[in-house]
């Protein structure tokens, strides 16, 4: 089955009478995914958006419980509130990100109710690419950006429609949904693939041998620790807990908090295992490249980029893995 593109503004208006639909749109200039029907422009062509849509899942900041407390009791309540959400137009980087976060927050015996319940309640629309851009690398990192293997639904660009894929019940509850709207047809678009090659084989395990290795004396001191690049990361997670007390009552909550910051490994006595910025930055290389594939054997990089454009001071994961590869293997 195929939807015309002509019949994208309908399908998206049908998804919204039943969740929340977050499709990739430009809102006062900025890239990202914004629930249909803000003002702004869709943007169904863009490679990737500057923001990506990890909000839906893993909320910039997220009410956890609400607590009350009196001279006799103390009163504490798991806030639980999700609604049903769609991510509509998602690339295979952003589901591959989805991917690492559901091994974060709901496997190894852990499971964050918090995250669970959203993740129920999502249901993923992926749209093949059928460009890249310059900082495009995600089929190096074991990503294909013709196919979202995970997505609930798939839908192939054949130029003047999507062909319709189906893949779970989420997915065929979609298609069901869209009948009226649904035309018989099939097709195939024209596989693509990144410009920028990098060659993995190997270095996770070579990172790791490389923790007190000279490569990280060069390169960090130009960060100024502003933490965009892991705030725009769609598979970076790190979160702090505080609370907002008013009086006898108040409400905890969780915001994202980032690994290049001095206050992030900051103990209560004052001690930073993490001290400087070579440190900051050789974790978050050493996460990304080398510890989750450890963990979960998967990088904890999509490939979408955005950390490579947007870093203020360029610095460039891309550089440094090809910098990895350079260095003899007991290097
Ligand atoms: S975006 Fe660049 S400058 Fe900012 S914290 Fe990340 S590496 Fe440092
Ligand atoms: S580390 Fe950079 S390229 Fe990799 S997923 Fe995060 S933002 Fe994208």
């Known amino acids: 089955m195929k939807l015309s593109k002509s019949k994208v503004n309908q399908a998206l208006d049908m998804l919204a009478k039943e969740a929340t639909v977050l499709v990739p749109m430009i809102v006062d200039g900025v890239s990202k995914f914004a629930p249909w029907g803000t003002e702004g422009k869709l943007a169904l062509d863009i490679v990737n958006t500057l923001l990506p849509p990890k909000d839906a899942l893993f909320p910039q900041t997220e009410k956890m419980y609400k607590y009350k407390v009196s001279a006799e009791t103390a009163e504490v309540k798991e806030i639980t509130d999700s609604d049903k959400q769609v991510v509509f137009g998602l690339r295979s980087c952003d589901m591959h990100s989805i991917d690492c976060m559901d091994a974060v927050f709901l496997t190894k015996g852990y499971v964050d109710n918090f995250y669970s319940r959203k993740r129920e309640n999502l249901t993923t629309i992926a749209i ?18 013709n196919n979202a293997a995970s997505a609930d639904m798939q839908l192939i660009d054949i130029g003047d429609a999507y062909v319709v894929e189906a893949r779970t019940e989420k997915g065929k509850a979609v298609e069901a949904l869209w009948q009226p709207l649904l035309e018989a047809g ?8 990144c410009e920028l090659k990098l060659d993995m084989a190997g270095l996770p395990a070579k990172l790791r041998g490389m923790f007190e290795s000279d490569i990280w004396d060069d ?49 209560a006595g004052g001690h930073n295992p993490r001290p400087s910025k070579k440190e900051r930055l050789r974790n978050r290389f050493m996460h990304k490249l080398a510890y989750f594939d450890e963990r979960y054997n998967k990088n904890l990089c999509a490939g979408c980029g955005r950390c490579v454009v947007n870093c203020p001071v360029n610095i460039d994961i891309t550089r440094f893995i090809e910098k990895v590869k350079e260095v003899p293997v007991n290097g």
Do not use: L
């Open 128 to 145: 093949n690419c059928t460009k890249s851009n310059p900082t495009c690398f995600c089929d190096s990192m074991g990503v294909d950006p």
């Open 186 to 193: 099939e097709g195939t678009a024209t596989p693509i693939s």
């Open 219 to 267: 390169g960090y001191q130009a960060c100024i620790g502003c933490g965009t690049c892991t705030y725009i990361c769609p598979t970076c997670y790190c979160f702090d807990i505080n609370a907002e007390n008013h009086g006898q009552e108040g409400v905890q909550f969780r915001c994202w908090d980032s690994c290049m910051f001095s206050e992030y490994t900051r103990m």
